[in-house]
């Protein structure tokens, strides 16, 4: 078994983070008022079948508030929980973060990184936002020192090197790697045009992050497990998981009572173990991000676990990984060429 940190059975990229950079460094949700290309009829309309974004961001990221107010209410908001933390990654999560121009990108994402205590940008977007100009400058940004003063945040320095430049990654929202999948629930691209994507980031040397959701219809749980070869066969430096959540007023919802034998839904107990499945069959140095979501209770059909937080599903994963005596990677096997 690998040296995983923080003493656990897989490679949690908080603890990877941690390990590199002294100390834990937490995500600050912001909208900066992107749309996305499957709304507004460039790629298609109505967006994905499952999407509603106000059901995936905290009550202080609102548009209406410009992204250092956001900011500063962000820290006053995780102060409560995690009052050791002192630096910060700007998350640009709502919609697609790189469908602009990129000059309006330059400036969004400086005024984030011009905050005292950020000391990186996270990225979320889709596949196809992304082209090699907007991901040249990213290189680029992720090579030009912070030019702060000392007092103003530990790791930083005007000399250069890593400790003195901003951390930036981007997440692609790829959900599935099955075409079939992605037809269905309106994503507009498909698996090679995410492929594309993650390749060409990762060649520039930018960390690299996807998204996955389990449960989506008319996947099997045998489904699910295969693409665990092609997504450890992607150059990804970290992965995010969460069950499918029925939100209200969605698409998705109305497909769910048409057809819910068409949902793979599993009690919490289940889905710890086929999570764990999952972990087995992923490459051993790739960082896990989350397992799960939360979705506030008055935005979706039903709450199946009840109103468990996220870190307490983690530590029955971490129980659950010890009695089954497995970890990370013990049934991975590289796909050959």
Not at 61 to 77: M, R, V, W, Y
Not at 171 to 192: A, M, P, W
Request: with cysteine; net charge negative.
């Amino acid at each position: 078994m690998m040296d995983f940190p923080e003493g656990r059975r897989y490679n949690s990229t908080a603890g990877m983070l941690k390990r590199e950079y002294g100390e834990r460094l937490q995500k600050l949700v912001l909208d900066a008022g992107f749309s996305c290309p499957n709304r507004d009829g460039t790629v298609g309309t109505g967006g994905c079948t499952y999407c509603d974004n106000a059901a995936f961001h905290p009550g202080y990221s609102t548009p209406g508030k410009s992204l250092l107010q956001q900011i500063d209410e962000g820290i006053e908001f995780h102060r409560v929980r995690y009052p050791r933390v002192k630096h910060y990654l700007a998350y640009f999560q709502s919609y697609s973060n790189t469908y602009a121009p990129l000059e309006r990108l330059q400036a969004l994402y400086g005024e984030a990184l011009s905050h005292p205590d950020v000391i990186g940008i996270v990225i979320g977007t889709r596949p196809d936002c992304i082209d090699e100009e907007k991901l040249d400058y990213l290189a680029t940004l992720q090579q030009t020192p912070f030019a702060i003063s000392a007092e103003n945040g530990a790791g930083r320095c005007e000399e250069g090197g890593k400790e003195g430049c901003p951390l930036v990654i981007v997440e692609y929202g790829i959900e599935s790697c099955s075409d079939v999948t992605l037809k269905r629930i309106n994503r507009g691209h498909d698996f090679e045009c995410a492929r594309r994507a993650v390749e060409m980031t990762a060649e520039r040397g930018i960390r690299t992050g996807a998204h996955f959701i389990l449960g989506l219809p008319g996947e099997t749980r045998e489904m699910m497990l295969e693409q665990c070869k092609t997504i450890s066969s992607l150059p990804l430096d970290s992965v995010k998981f969460h069950q499918l959540q029925i939100v209200k007023g969605t698409m998705m919802e109305q497909e769910y009572s048409r057809h819910p034998e068409d949902f793979m839904r599993l009690p919490l107990d289940a889905y710890l173990d086929f999570m764990i499945d999952i972990l087995e069959r992923l490459r051993p140095d790739l960082g896990i991000e989350r397992i799960v979501g939360e979705v506030p209770p008055r935005f979706v059909t039903e709450t199946p676990w009840g109103l468990i937080r996220n870190v307490e599903i983690l530590r029955l994963l971490d129980k659950r990984l010890e009695e089954r005596d497995t970890f990370q990677g013990r049934l991975w096997q590289p796909l050959r060429q």
